[in-house]
C-alpha cells in the first residue's frame, strides 16, 4: 500500500534519529514543526474556495461600505462621495443606518458634539443670516408683514392623518426622496433652485412654503433667520473635510475622526443641502446651530407648526441610532403637508416613514 505524506515524513525522520543518536531530539523537533505546516497547508487547500469566499466578501464590504473607510481625494485629499449600502446589504432601512459603535476616547468628542458647541450638518464657515425682512425685500415687498400672505398661512388646510389611506405616498415623488449615507443621491437627480434672497437658494418648489412659514411664525411674535440652505458638493466635501481635521488635531487617526464626522456631518453626496431640500433655520435672537435651540420659543414653534408647511426636524431626538446623525433642532427637510403630517403624529424619521408608507 502506498504510503501517505505524514507517514514519509515520519519514516524519514525516525530514519535520521535511528542513524544519529544526537540527532534524535532535533530530529523529533524538526518533525514536529515540518508537521505542522503540512496540517495548516492541507487545511487551506481542503477549504480554499470557503476562504477565498470569505476575502471576496470582506474586500467588496469595505470598498462599499460608507463608513468602513474614506476614499483618498485629489481634490481635498479625503473622502468624496461614498456607494450605497444597499447593494451589499438587503435589510431595511432602519437596520442599516444604525449608528457604529465608537472607542471610549472618541466618544468623548462625540458627546462634546452633542453638547452646547456642535455644528452638525452645517456650513461652518457660513456667517450669513437672512430673517424674513430680507427675504421679502429681496423679493421687493415693502413690509415684512405681507398681510394676505399671513392669511394664507393661518388658514391654509393642513392635512390630517386620519386622510392617510387615500394619500398614496408616492416613492418618485420628488418631496420624499431619501438620502442619507445608505443613499446618496440618485444619479442624475433633477432639480432647480431658486433664490429667495440675495445667496440664498433651494429648491424653486419649496421657497412658497417657506415663506409662508416664516410669516405665520412672524405673525406669532417669533422672527425666523435662514442661516444655511442649498450648498454644491464641493462646498459639502470641504466641510466635511474640515471637520476631520479638526478631530485630528486632537490626536485621532484618520479613521477615528471620519468615524465621529460621519455622525456629526453627512457624507459628501448624502446630504440634502446638496438637492434643496434642507434649511438650517434660527432666529434673530439665537443664530448659533446648537441644541439649545430647541429650547428657545422659536425652537419650541418650529418643532410645533413646521409641518403645516410641509417640514419637519429630519434629524430628531432620540432617532440617532436611525438616521446616524446626531439630534439637529435647526435642520429642516421640506417632505410636503401630507407625509410632514403623518411623520408629526406618529413621531416618525424620514428613514421609518419610508419603511411604514413606501
Not at 463608513?67 to 447593494?87: D, I, L, W
Not at 430680507?134 to 415687498?141: K, P
Request: net charge negative.
Amino acid at each position: 500500500m502506498k504510503k501517505t505524506v505524514r507517514e514519509k515524513l515520519i519514516a524519514y525522520f525516525m530514519g535520521v534519529a535511528k542513524k544519529n543518536k544526537f540527532l534524535k531530539y532535533p530530529s523529533i523537533a524538526a518533525l514536529s514543526v515540518t508537521l505542522f505546516f503540512y496540517y495548516v497547508g492541507r487545511h487551506f487547500v481542503t477549504n480554499g474556495k470557503r476562504y477565498a469566499s470569505m476575502i471576496f466578501v470582506g474586500i467588496f464590504f469595505v470598498g462599499s461600505c460608507s463608513f468602513s473607510f474614506a476614499v483618498f481625494a485629489e481634490r481635498t485629499g479625503f473622502t468624496s462621495v461614498q456607494e450605497t449600502y444597499s447593494a451589499v446589504v438587503g435589510t431595511s432601512d432602519i437596520s442599516l443606518a444604525a449608528v457604529a459603535p465608537v472607542a471610549p476616547e472618541t466618544e468623548v468628542l462625540l458627546k462634546e458634539e452633542k453638547g452646547e458647541s456642535d455644528r452638525g450638518d452645517t456650513d461652518e464657515t457660513q456667517v450669513e443670516a437672512y430673517t424674513l425682512d430680507d427675504i421679502l425685500a429681496y423679493h421687493g415687498h415693502e413690509s415684512a408683514h405681507d398681510e394676505d400672505a399671513a392669511e394664507a398661512a393661518g388658514t391654509e388646510a393642513v392635512a390630517t392623518v386620519e386622510e392617510v389611506e387615500e394619500w398614496n405616498f408616492d416613492a418618485s415623488d420628488w418631496r420624499l426622496v431619501l438620502i442619507n449615507k445608505q443613499h446618496p443621491i440618485p444619479d442624475g437627480y433633477d432639480f432647480k433652485l431658486g433664490s429667495f434672497a440675495s445667496g440664498m437658494r433651494c429648491d424653486e418648489r419649496v421657497i412658497e412654503d417657506l415663506l409662508l412659514m416664516m410669516q405665520a411664525a412672524k405673525k406669532d411674535g417669533f422672527n425666523l433667520v435662514v442661516i444655511s440652505p442649498y450648498r454644491t458638493s464641493d462646498h459639502q466635501e470641504d466641510n466635511f473635510n474640515n471637520k476631520i481635521r479638526k478631530y485630528m488635531r486632537t490626536g485621532l487617526s484618520y479613521m477615528e475622526a471620519y468615524k465621529v464626522t460621519s455622525q456629526v456631518v453627512t457624507v459628501p453626496g448624502c446630504s440634502e443641502h446638496e438637492v434643496g431640500l434642507a434649511l438650517d433655520i434660527t432666529s434673530e435672537t439665537y443664530l448659533d446651530l446648537e441644541r439649545g435651540f430647541a429650547d428657545t420659543k422659536e425652537g419650541q414653534w418650529l418643532a410645533d407648526h413646521s409641518y403645516e408647511y410641509g417640514f419637519i426636524v429630519r434629524y430628531p431626538e432620540e432617532k440617532e441610532y436611525i438616521t446616524s446623525i446626531i439630534y439637529e433642532p435647526w435642520h429642516f427637510r421640506y417632505v410636503g403637508r401630507e407625509a410632514a403630517s403623518v411623520m408629526k403624529e406618529e413621531n416618525l424619521c424620514l428613514e421609518e416613514f419610508w419603511d411604514k408608507y413606501l
